[in-house]
């Protein structure tokens, strides 16, 4: 250092700034490596520090789900294959027991929910466990997607199902189960899908009932059988009601009633003699059965009355009380309710193959209503009359019977062989069939294979290849085509020397209040098909009042002619009335007799015979005093004409020759 001051003075002043300059620098180069040493220590300080409460991460909801009543169709090291509401499900357990996840609780269904035992954590996930999953109904709790709990309901309950409504069902000897809320039915039979209470097959035994609580929670339609029992609900005397004030009756063999309740449903059984006469009575929600000690024993109805006297019927009688009166079940095999369906719908006399006709579409359709039930609340497929089909209203007849067992267990298919056709029928036809459309439902064009076809000998040569394709048929619903062919006949239709083939109905005097109730009436029954203009649309609203009737038109015309569409104009609205049940309905004043193309007369007392027909009206002024239809036919029109089977069979077709005409591409199987 001595030896700086010398050179210092030895500098000049040019040399000296230079050399302070040069320090300089270096001091400031020394300090920015100094700042950024500094900085990379603090970041390495504070990626080693524990994070801060306030920067950690926010912990993870766990999304949760529950699954009720579901179907588990498999339970394998693939997971769980459930089915839902909503179709099939592959579900995954949580982690097993022994990893770092906590399983849940399996559970199975020993009586309530608090006495349900578990099963140990070490059994979660292994094969024992999953065997007892497999084909039962179960809740289940999700977590982020994984089943982390599973309830089984492995209580379950059957028997014969004796009613069924959407709250609950009555088994035979268990009294009447409830729904619970969240309740579930599945078919498993055929292809696995969801099922209600309307699916039930009401007077057998092919279903399971899971249970929770003592309410039924899953509906498992177990197996599909055939089913040899109908049960009829027999109705009133000139079926007036479904309802009975009283019950009386006897049996040709000795007999027994016994009570089916929950209680003493075997204990309390009461045996009577042949020919012993008793009156029914118990108290509201009791049901009695009534059962012939032999198997060809009839019961005799003696509280009713049919055209045939009092009847007797084949089989057993239920009788239960219910708030709205008296209701009688009478359940019998389907082949012996033919025996009486048969020659009360069409008469026994007529040619064979028309009775083996016949008792095909009675089956079929009777099996249809077994497979569904028309009053699945009260226990029966069918009722006893033209709702369905009549039965017992005449007595058995040998031929009737005799073609019923021709025909036995045959039922008539739709084009896949599989589907049973809605084989409906009525009495005649005025040349032309019309179609499912005239009842205005929703279901209507399923049934395309009912043909609106022309009933005459070369379509019926045509159907059966013996003739080349016809020219087209007229286009009836066309009023002035219509018009010109019902005020003519056809000698080639198979009915035309029927009685009912050409008719007249001549209203001299229009009852105007009447007219008005059957207004009021056919709107009360479907407020859909009775409307009213309103300035701009036909609406619907109430039938107000009005004093006369101004104008009756036949608006629009369906397949084969059929009235679809009737205007009534009145003093103070206009109407549109629609379905061929509504206008025959409404223009049938009840007094007024149609006369017949054979010069006879027949009263009809709620319905015209058809609604094939046309409107002539006859005025006093602006007001409508009278009118005359021109018609023809028996009948709605849809399906088979029993009057053409009739005519057919006696020119040598055969039964299935007369179903394939009427019901396109169907097969009798």
Not at 294 to 300: D, N, S
Request: charged share 25%; aromatic share 10%.
């Amino acid at each position: 250092m001595k030896g700086f001051p010398k050179i210092w003075e030895e500098m000049n002043r040019s040399q000296r700034m230079q050399l302070k300059a040069f320090i300089c620098l270096l001091g400031i180069f020394l300090l920015f490596i100094l700042i950024v040493a500094g900085m990379l220590r603090g970041l390495r300080g504070r990626e080693e520090e524990p994070p801060q409460e306030s920067s950690r991460e926010e912990e993870h909801i766990p999304v949760i789900e529950q699954l009720h009543n579901v179907w588990i169709m498999e339970a394998n090291g693939d997971g769980l294959l459930c089915f839902t509401g909503e179709g099939e499900r592959l579900l995954w357990p949580v982690a097993s027991a022994g990893e770092d996840i906590q399983p849940g609780a399996v559970q199975f269904q020993n009586g309530s929910r608090e006495e349900w035992s578990k099963l140990g954590d070490e059994d979660w996930g292994t094969a024992q466990w999953l065997l007892g999953l497999r084909e039962q109904v179960a809740d289940m709790e999700l977590t982020d997607g994984l089943v982390t709990a599973v309830y089984v309901k492995s209580q379950k309950t059957s028997g014969k199902v004796l009613a069924a409504d959407q709250d609950g069902v009555w088994l035979e000897g268990q009294g009447r189960l409830e729904f619970a809320e969240d309740v579930q039915g599945y078919r498993l039979y055929r292809e696995l899908e969801t099922a209600d209470y309307r699916d039930l097959s009401i007077g057998y035994d092919f279903a399971d009932f899971c249970l929770e609580d003592g309410q039924i929670c899953a509906i498992l339609l177990a197996r599909e059988e055939v089913m040899e029992n109908i049960r009829v609900l027999l109705k009133n005397s000139d079926y007036q009601g479904i309802y009975h004030d009283r019950v009386e009756l006897t049996c040709d063999t000795d007999y027994t009633v016994q009570v089916l309740d929950d209680v003493n449903s075997q204990e309390t059984v009461v045996s009577y003699s042949a020919g012993e006469s008793i009156e029914l009575t118990a108290q509201w929600g009791a049901r009695l059965l009534v059962t012939p000690t032999a198997r060809t024993g009839r019961i005799i109805l003696q509280s009713v009355h049919r055209s045939q006297g009092i009847p007797a019927y084949r089989g057993s009688l239920e009788v239960w009380w219910t708030q709205g009166g008296v209701v009688l079940i009478n359940e019998l095999p389907l082949e012996e309710y033919l025996y009486s369906v048969v020659p009360s719908e069409m008469p026994a006399s007529y040619p064979r193959e028309a009775l083996m006709a016949q008792a095909i579409c009675a089956r079929t359709y009777a099996y249809t209503h077994m497979l569904h039930a028309g009053y699945e609340t009260l226990g029966a497929h069918v009722d006893d009359s033209s709702s369905y089909q009549v039965y017992n209203n005449i007595l058995e007849q040998e031929a009737a019977t005799e073609a019923v067992k021709a025909t036995y267990g045959q039922l008539l298919m739709r084009e896949d062989g599989v589907t049973l056709a809605e084989t409906y029928y009525y009495s005649t036809s005025w040349g032309y069939g019309s179609d499912a459309h005239v009842w205005k439902t929703d279901s209507a064009d399923d049934y395309d294979y009912i043909v609106p076809r022309h009933l005459n000998r070369e379509a019926m040569r045509t159907v059966l290849g013996n003739a080349a394709e016809t020219a087209e048929s007229p286009d009836l619903t066309s009023e002035e085509v219509f018009a010109a062919a019902i005020r003519s006949t056809d000698p080639g239709d198979f009915e035309s020397g029927e009685g009912w083939y050409r008719w007249s109905y001549t209203v001299k005097k229009v009852e105007t209040d009447t007219i008005r109730r059957q207004l009021q009436s056919r709107y009360e029954s479907n407020d859909k098909l009775v409307l009213t203009w309103d300035g701009e649309n036909y609406v619907s609203r109430p039938i107000g009042n009005f004093k006369e009737i101004r104008n009756l038109v036949i608006l629009t015309r369906g397949a084969g002619g059929v009235a679809d569409e009737l205007l009534i104009e009145t003093d103070r609205d206009t109407y549109k009335v629609i379905s061929e049940h509504n206008i025959r309905y409404i223009l049938c004043d009840g007094e007024t007799k149609v006369q017949r193309q054979d010069g006879s007369q027949v009263s009809m007392n709620t319905l015209l015979p058809s609604a094939f027909f046309t409107i002539e009206i006859a005025r006093e002024g602006e007001v409508v005093v009278g009118y005359n239809l021109t018609g023809g036919g028996f009948g709605h029109g849809v399906g088979m004409s029993q009057n053409g089977a009739r005519a057919m069979a006696a020119e040598g077709y055969s039964a299935g020759d007369i179903l394939r005409f009427f019901y396109n591409e169907c097969s009798v199987k």
